[in-house]
């Protein structure tokens, strides 16, 4: 009785991952990573911001409010939760009656490695009224 070499053959020549593979998912992962530790943060602050803004809608006397007032109050609600580095200037207020229109627009500069930097562009607009 002959035996079947073809169907052990395969088994024989089959390998795991080559180093070379390995290296290629481990660089591909360890990029992933390093951009979601570099970008995670500034999505989460403009979370933040964004929950500080939607705040305000409701904020007794805010359509009376002049806009020093309001910045001076978006800026104690990011204090508070540990917001860094945005400015207040780039919160654009116009008024319309008992209704506040807020415009931020802003962009979060980081770097990735060495001289590769992210640039990241964020745009929100509010219409609010106060009590």
Request: charged share 25%.
């Amino acid at each position: 009785m002959k035996k079947n070499k073809t169907s052990l053959a395969g088994f024989r020549k089959q390998a795991g991952a080559s180093t070379l593979g390995i290296l290629v998912a481990v660089l591909f992962f360890g990029s992933l990573l390093t951009l979601a530790i570099k970008l995670g943060p500034i999505y989460l602050d403009d979370l933040t911001i964004q929950e500080a803004l939607e705040g305000l809608d409701g904020t007794d006397g805010l359509s009376d409010m002049t806009p020093g007032n309001v910045r001076s109050l978006i800026n104690k609600r990011l204090s508070v939760n540990n917001v860094r580095g945005f400015d207040a200037k780039n919160i654009k207020l116009a008024k319309d009656g008992n209704l506040v229109i807020i415009d931020v627009e802003y962009e979060v500069r980081t770097s990735i490695i060495s001289n590769i930097d992210a640039v990241v562009y964020f745009d929100h607009h509010y219409e609010m009224t106060g009590k």
